[in-house]
């Protein structure tokens, strides 16, 4: 299974380790300012001013264009997951009208399908879930194939298989998003790289100034963690404070496995 390379990071140590090596560049670049200070006493701070101001500028853009890309991918999970369960669902539906023994063991195989899917996110047991996931796929495709075998010209085979179809595709899509589509490693590495070359120009010219340390400085840095964090928050998806809501799949549980679906009438 594919991981991002700080999955293996808890949320909280990545948080103290942005603030720690963040504040660390603010501290060293204002060492460097005190020194140049020191050493050169006609560089002025205005020119350095707007140089600040570009290289923050700069880090606010790869920011934000960071944070877009992780929040537009925890929306395509979450939508993923509502797109699954609604494509169970359907063919959940379409199977109670097929011939037996698939009218039973199909539905039987699908509600197996929800709590396999269901459980490994609950439970964290991804790898396993995706096993199992795919090898319900190949039963239930062959519960397909056997009841076009007994009636090649039915139109509700035809569209159970549809469905089946969806179900399998949409388990492609969810792996695809969910654990495939993450924030690579060199924009992790350039985004954190910028974030402590433009706290290391804020101490830089706050020294030049001959301003003491200010209590700003600590919040400047706490505020550049907090947004890092909130990106591999969003990044990961299932951990955190921000999780993709399973209501859908969990209110489609309790659905199909209901007392009153065990007779169901007859729908389209």
Not at 104 to 117: C, D, F
Not at 157 to 186: E, Y
Request: net charge negative.
């Amino acid at each position: 299974m594919m991981t991002a390379p700080l999955d293996a990071i808890p949320l909280w140590a990545i948080f103290l380790a942005f603030g720690i090596f963040l504040y660390l560049a603010l501290e060293g670049g204002y060492r460097l300012g005190q020194w140049r200070r020191a050493r050169v006493s006609d560089e002025k701070d205005q020119p350095v001013g707007a140089m600040v101001a570009s290289i923050l500028g700069l880090v606010a853009l790869v920011l934000g264009f960071t944070f877009s890309l992780a929040a537009s991918r925890f929306d395509a999970r979450r939508m993923a997951v509502l797109e699954e369960s609604n494509a169970i669902g359907t063919a959940y539906l379409r199977a109670r009208l097929l011939p037996e023994p698939q009218r039973t063991e199909i539905p039987r195989l699908l509600r197996e399908y929800v709590a396999v899917r269901i459980q490994g996110i609950e439970e964290g047991k991804t790898e396993q879930a995706l096993a199992r996931s795919e090898a319900l796929h190949e039963l239930l495709w062959a519960q397909a194939a056997a009841a076009a075998e007994k009636d090649s010209g039915s139109i509700m085979t035809g569209v159970f298989i549809q469905s089946l179809n969806d179900v399998i595709d949409l388990h492609a899509k969810r792996v695809l998003v969910g654990l495939r589509s993450r924030i690579p490693l060199v924009i992790w590495i350039g985004l954190f790289g910028l974030a402590m070359l433009g706290m290391a120009s804020v101490g830089y010219q706050a020294a030049l100034c001959a301003t003491r340390r200010s209590p700003a400085m600590l919040g400047m840095v706490l505020a550049f963690a907090v947004v890092l964090l909130l990106i591999a928050d969003l990044d990961r998806g299932q951990e955190g404070m921000m999780r993709i809501s399973q209501h859908s799949m969990l209110d489609l549980q309790e659905t199909i496995t209901s007392p009153t679906d065990e007779h169901p009438e007859q729908g389209p």
